[in-house]
């Protein structure tokens, strides 16, 4: 590799044999790794890195489903206890439509059976979204309830995430 005056990001997300109940289904994930990469490469000050390159490898043992939101969600907080700066937290959400229904990190079954998802990946605090997809037909307003809905979701999972570094960091320190 070439000198660089920042560092790099390289993201592998990956599923074990047995992590979905149709075996091998999730080893084929390859845009995971592409969407994990774009949701926490705004977040990471990568020019504190020249000549660095910052691996993430995730390995889903068990998909229960909505497992893209949480693989992004677990490696901002592992990048952030291992001391990599960031900017801020990552955090993401999925929702499903189903019906008249809005459902926050759905289940596989309920993924199987929905008429739309939508998932954002955002900093809380700097109230900026680094992701969004959506898939499926969506009115209007139902868009704007669901972005409602993740937006204060990934607000709450920010303070949890914290508090959590906050208890590492204390007992750490005993």
Request: with cysteine; aromatic share 6%; hydrophobic share 40%.
């Amino acid at each position: 590799m070439m000198y660089s005056d920042i560092g790099r990001l390289n993201c592998n997300v990956s599923y074990t044999t047995f992590a979905t109940p149709v075996r091998a289904q999730g080893s084929d994930r390859k845009e995971f790794s592409s969407m994990l990469h774009k949701a926490l490469e705004g977040a990471i000050i990568l020019e504190t890195f020249p000549k660095t390159t910052v691996d993430v490898f995730a390995l889903v043992l068990e998909s229960g489903g909505s497992d893209l939101p949480v693989v992004i969600s677990c490696a901002s907080l592992a990048l952030a206890d291992a001391g990599i700066l960031m900017y801020d937290l990552v955090t993401s959400v999925s929702l499903s439509c189903l019906g008249k229904n809005l459902v926050i990190d759905p289940i596989l079954e309920e993924e199987s059976y929905q008429d739309g998802s939508l998932m954002i990946t955002c900093m809380p605090s700097r109230y900026e979204v680094t992701q969004l997809t959506i898939t499926g037909e969506w009115s209007t307003p139902k868009i704007n309830e669901g972005m409602q809905l993740c937006l204060d979701a990934c607000s709450k999972l920010a303070n949890i995430m914290r508090s959590c570094l906050k208890e590492a960091t204390t007992s750490s320190q005993e």
